[in-house]
């Protein structure tokens, strides 16, 4: 499956730092965006469009946070960075789609960029997204490029009449969410091992060039991973050696809970890549041996024709006086010679077993 290539960096050529520029593929159409603002004992929830979006009416209560999917408004990226006080950077940052994870500190907020990926099962490859956090003393911005549904089990949580999220400060909410992100790579780490599953069956029983794309393919997508979950440690490494402007002790065992995740993470991802690994190696060895195959049979082959050749060539010199030639059965005599020597040389291959395609060298 061909896919489509993303907005290049060109486009912002010679363009001043900070400037709202969208590099990437557009996942979406419109910009939509859900506020929630909640305390212990209240929650308000409301759903927006980038036309009628007025940042100064969220905060009701005690913990603000404003979910954005959709990324192709940089006006309104704009009014948010204004009404936050966010630094140009970080709306370049948003709007620059194409960037590993990282961890940045700004102050007042700190800035977060995980990569989110998912498994498509129909065109057996993987399909990213990236998210954004803003984490303020009270308030946590999330910027998706489309909505992909990962942070839907943390609003049902936040939904939940005296749920703990609820009661808790808002780097609990933070956590949710970094957690939510992470959980995603087992998921994909599991639709991988059921895509692997066949292949390792097939490059045994019936090795085919599709399987060798198959496995190609599947070794591709676990290396992206690989380069994916190295840069996501190191920001909830970082995260965990954050001062408490952002996150309080009560915290931090939770966030080194998620660490523990990446580094289960990265563990199935290495053991994956020794499993394709070991599974080209054998795709190539069963090539191999079944060429040696076929080129022994032919060996056999040139070897039982070989003895008529040498005897056919010897009767074919011009010679006066040769055997056999006076005599009225002589060219019988020949052909017997040529077809009994062919008949003990194949008595004596079969013998050897070398004219069985499953046997032994």
């Not at 709202?20 to 929650?43: K, M, P």
Request: net charge neutral; hydrophobic share 45%.
């Amino acid at each position: 499956m061909k896919k489509k290539r993303p907005a290049s960096h060109s486009r912002k050529a010679g363009l001043p730092p900070g400037t709202l520029v969208h590099v990437g593929e557009i996942h979406s159409a419109a910009t939509t965006l859900t506020a929630f603002s909640y305390d212990a004992e209240h929650l308000s929830e409301k759903r927006l469009s980038a036309d009628r979006f007025d940042p100064t009416g969220l905060a009701l209560h005690a913990h603000t946070w404003l979910d954005v999917r959709g990324l192709r408004d940089a006006a309104l990226l704009g009014s948010l960075g204004k009404h936050y006080r966010l630094h140009p950077l970080i709306l370049e940052d948003i709007l620059n789609t194409q960037q590993r994870s990282k961890i940045e500190d700004y102050g007042e907020v700190l800035f977060c960029v995980m990569r989110l990926y998912a498994w498509d099962a129909a065109s057996q490859s993987l399909e990213s997204d990236q998210i954004c956090l803003v984490i303020g003393g009270d308030f946590v911005l999330s910027f998706q490029e489309r909505s992909t549904g990962v942070f839907e089990p943390v609003r049902e949580r936040l939904r939940a009449a005296g749920t703990p999220l609820r009661r808790k400060p808002i780097d609990h909410l933070v956590h949710a969410l970094i957690d939510s992100v992470v959980d995603r790579y087992f998921l994909v780490i599991d639709s991988l091992d059921a895509a692997a599953e066949p292949v390792e069956e097939a490059v045994l029983s019936h090795p085919t060039p599709a399987v060798l794309r198959t496995i190609t393919g599947l070794r591709r997508e676990v290396q992206t991973l690989r380069r994916a979950i190295t840069p996501l440690r190191d920001v909830l490494m970082t995260l965990n050696r954050a001062d408490t402007r952002f996150f309080s002790d009560e915290v931090r065992p939770y966030l080194r809970d998620v660490l523990d995740h990446t580094m289960h993470i990265q563990e199935a991802l290495e053991s994956q890549r020794d499993v394709l690994g070991g599974a080209l190696e054998i795709y190539l060895s069963s090539v191999s041996n079944r060429l040696n195959l076929e080129v022994r049979i032919l060996a056999v082959l040139t070897t039982l024709f070989l003895p008529a050749s040498l005897i056919a060539g010897i009767f074919g010199m011009n010679f006066q006086d040769m055997p056999w030639r006076d005599i009225s059965d002589g060219f019988w005599l020949a052909i017997g010679l040529m077809a009994s020597t062919a008949t003990v040389l194949a008595a004596i291959f079969w013998r050897r077993k070398w004219l069985k395609a499953d046997a032994p060298d």
